[in-house]
T-cell receptor, first 122, second 109 residues
């Protein structure tokens, strides 16, 4: 199946610093990538939808100036957590939609998840 | 009200048992439905899609009731390796997936 990578897999940083997380689709093209966040014992919550060549769409309550998303190519999206604080500590997961899979049918829409990035802000 | 609701569990069952999980969703416009499995500190992995006619994959059977907006997952002959959190997931209009908070399963020897 399709592979999505994330880098780094974990990061520990000091409060106030910025952290960049990369999400790559390795063997397929993805016009759309999604960024999720998961706090302990909670569900994955969508943060933003990243579209190649255009501005990301953020979910309500997610600050676009704090969580900067860049989707510069069909295989790479980046999420930068700016001025990170301890409350930003979480598991960040991206997913990518295979451009060519499913034949346009919603019922066969296939999204592939990266392995996640665990962020700890001290 | 959450868009996808699941019983968080945990469900503690012995090896070989049959266990069923249920899920309800609130948006009647939801078009596609899935069960994902998530192991501790890992990303979710697709277990199976769920179709209106019901579908089976080995020991796993999924059912969808659109009228009741209800999805189920049945696991037969539980294995120790089935221990994980099972996420009920719905999708609409090829948007991002909406996840339930998950049901934790612990299979005991």
């Amino acid at each position: 199946g399709a592979v999505v990578s994330q880098h780094p897999s974990w990061v520990i940083c000091k409060s106030g610093t910025s952290v960049k997380i990369e999400c790559r689709s390795l063997d397929f093209q993805a016009t759309t990538m999604f960024w999720y966040r998961q706090f302990p014992k909670q569900s994955l919550m969508l943060m933003a939808t990243s579209n190649e060549g255009s501005k990301a769409t953020y979910e309500q309550g997610v600050e676009k100036d704090k969580f900067l998303i860049n989707h510069a190519s069909l295989t790479l999206s980046t999420l930068t957590v700016t001025s990170a604080h301890p409350e930003d500590s979480s598991f960040y997961i991206c997913s990518a939609r295979d451009l060519l899979a499913g034949g346009g049918s919603a019922s066969t829409d296939t999204q592939y998840f990266g392995p996640g990035t665990r962020l700890t802000v001290l | 009200r959450k868009e996808v609701e699941q019983d968080p569990g945990p469900f503690n069952v012995p090896e070989g048992a049959t266990v069923a999980f249920n899920c309800t969703y609130s948006n009647s416009a939801s078009q596609s439905f899935f069960w994902y499995r998530q192991d501790c500190r890992k990303e979710p992995k697709l277990l199976m899609s769920v179709y209106s006619s019901g579908n089976e994959d080995g020991r796993f059977t999924a059912q969808l009731n659109r009228a009741s907006q209800y999805i189920s997952l049945l696991i037969r002959d539980s294995k120790l390796s089935d221990s994980a959190t099972y996420l009920c997931v719905v999708n609409r209009d090829r948007r991002a997936l909406t996840f339930g908070s998950g049901t934790r399963l612990q299979v005991q020897p």
